[in-house]
């Protein structure tokens, strides 16, 4: 089925290593968006793109990076680890070019534990 | 700043009974609107949106939502709610489509048989 696939799951990190979480979307989307959504607080966007080779940065970006390489695919990069940064990431993935009128895809989330 | 509030954390309804989830909205200009539902463990869905025209706009599941400039409100409503509603819901706005969508924290709905 046509939609945003995320991966991992689930992961459990230990304070300080690194890992990558990977956005793969089959839609031709133009943007594609990480969230973290913690209790109480929605989603908070941590990266977007505005297309293939483009990243730019949302409201909480410090501790992450991104890359968009290919178009169909976002990933979102942990360099060192912290508690601070345990939470459920969403890849999210609408439309671009000029006037965008839909809403988002979402993928069905990683939930990230650092211990 | 640009924000979308959600006032109520939690509601409970029972089934059968009807829905109102409240939204505000604060925005230099008409933003464009989203209702999206969260199941437990799984990612957001779109329910309706609204960018211009009618302020009355229907959604999937049965849910409909009412634009009022006046309020800057985006309530989403539903005459009868069912067992399989309880979720979390998020209201959220953009300026331009849905890019860099700014969500409200969320209202998480429980339906009591």
């Known amino acids: 089925n046509a939609g945003v696939t995320q991966t991992p799951k689930f992961r459990v990190l230990k304070t300080g290593q690194s890992m990558t979480l990977l956005c793969a979307q089959d839609m031709n989307h133009e943007y594609m968006y990480w969230y973290r959504q913690d209790p109480g607080m929605g989603l908070r966007l941590i990266h977007y793109s505005v297309g293939e080779g483009t990243t730019a940065k949302g409201e909480v970006p410090d501790g992450y990076n991104v890359s968009r390489l290919k178009k169909q695919n976002f990933l979102l990069g942990l360099e060192s680890a912290a508690p601070s940064q345990t939470s459920v990431y969403f890849c999210?993935?609408?439309?671009?070019?000029?006037?965008?009128?839909?809403?988002?895809?979402f993928g069905s989330g990683t939930r990230l534990t650092v211990v | 700043a640009q924000s979308v509030t959600q006032p109520d954390i939690h509601i409970t309804v029972s089934e059968g009974a009807s829905l109102e989830l409240r939204c505000n909205y604060s925005y230099g200009a008409t933003p464009y609107l989203f209702w999206y539902v969260q199941s437990p463990g799984q990612g957001l869905q779109l329910l309706l949106k609204y960018f211009s025209g009618d302020t009355l706009v229907q959604g999937i599941k049965g849910f409909e939502a009412e634009f009022k400039r006046s309020q800057s409100s985006f309530n989403l409503r539903k005459p009868s709610v069912h067992w399989s509603d309880a979720a979390e819901y998020f209201c959220a706005g953009a300026n331009t489509g849905g890019f860099k969508t700014i969500f409200g924290a969320g209202t998480r709905l429980f339906v009591k048989a």
């Open positions: 999210a993935s609408n439309g671009g070019g000029g006037q965008v009128t839909y809403g988002y895809t």
